[in-house]
Each structure stands twice: as C-alpha cells, then as structure tokens.
C-alpha cells in the first residue's frame, strides 16, 4: 500500500519547537521528492519546505526560512521537518508530499506532488 503518514503535531507554545515526521510505505522512496505543505482554516495551501530524493537540494518558504530545517532518513523512509521559534501564524495541518523524478531538485509546488499524507495539527497557542 502507496502511503505517507504524518507524525509530530500538537499543541506548543510560541517561541516552542516541534518535530515532524513523513514515514513513507508501498513505494522506492529514494527516487522520492518529498515536500511539506500547510493549511490553516480559511487560507490557501502553502508550500514551506522542499527536500530533493538524494537530500542534497532544499527550499524553504521565506515564511519559515531560518526557522524551520528539512532533513531526510532514506534508509529509514523518512523525511523530517524540524520547527523551531513557533508563531502563532505557523498553526495549521502540516501534511507532507511525495513525486517522482530522475533529477535531484525539488519544489514547492503542490500541483507536481502525486502523493498526499492525511496531514497532522500544529497549534501554536499561549
């Protein structure tokens, strides 16, 4: 079974940390570009970050950038998503992404993205 399971979300406060994690199943990961994306209630999808399948190419939104950290496991199908100095504008469904390709860049276009974890809840609250 072809999957992405989201893991790491909940609830911190401003200036917090959190860890996310994509743990892909059913397909050769390595040949994978794996990217995050957010939605919070009432504003469009948002890509924030990027990792290509070798782990050498990464994009960050200006939103996150120097903030967030993208890093990738291949032996271990994963790809995690380091946050640190949470706002409250960074609450939303984080969800990552995974496409196929032979050149190792990456994007944050989530129209190229094949593959959709179910997403997992960061709320950045006092």
């Known amino acids: 079974q072809l999957q992405l399971v989201e893991s790491g979300g909940g609830l911190v406060h401003p200036g917090g940390s959190l860890s996310l994690s994509c743990v892909a199943s059913?397909?050769?990961?390595?040949?994978?570009?794996i990217g995050w994306f957010r939605q919070a209630p009432g504003k469009e999808r948002e890509g924030i970050s990027c990792?290509?399948?070798?782990?050498?190419?990464?994009k960050y939104a200006d939103s996150v950038k120097g903030r967030f950290t993208v890093s990738r496991d291949n032996a271990k199908k994963t790809v995690s998503l380091q946050m640190n100095s949470l706002e409250p504008e960074d609450t939303a469904v984080y969800s990552c992404?995974?496409?196929?390709?032979?050149?190792?860049?990456?994007?944050?276009?989530?129209?190229?993205?094949?593959?959709w974890g179910q997403g997992t809840q960061v709320t950045v609250s006092s």
């Open positions: 990792i290509s399948s070798s782990g050498t190419a990464k």
């Open positions: 059913g397909f050769t990961f390595i040949y994978s570009v």
């Open positions: 992404a995974a496409f196929f390709g032979v050149q190792d860049i990456c994007t944050m276009t989530p129209q190229v993205y094949v593959m």
